[in-house]
């Protein structure tokens, strides 16, 4: 383990000391269990956009070979 020294303010430091008590924890360990959190939503955020990322485009498969045009891909026909 690692000591790492921070400053808040005074309103800021007691808001700590109140959310941590709240759950019988010291300030160390509330901070340490919200900073592992953020980490692993980091990380996992991370690992999802690598799997994306590596998804290779497809070709796209018209109907009959024909490729639709501007007109008939915003036709809202429906809303006329």
């Known amino acids: 383990m ?3 020294t921070i400053t808040l303010t005074e309103e800021l430091a007691l808001w700590l000391r109140v959310r941590a008590a709240e759950q019988d924890r010291s300030v160390s360990s509330w901070l ?3 900073i ?3 980490k692993l939503q ?6 999802a956009m690598e799997r994306t990322l590596a998804i290779k485009p497809r070709q796209a498969e018209w109907i009959e070979g024909h490729r639709p045009t501007r007109d008939e891909l915003h036709d809202r026909g429906g809303l006329r």
């Open 2 to 4: 690692r000591n790492v």
């Open 32 to 34: 340490a269990t919200l």
């Open 36 to 38: 592992e959190g953020m």
């Open 42 to 47: 980091e990380d996992d955020y991370r690992s």
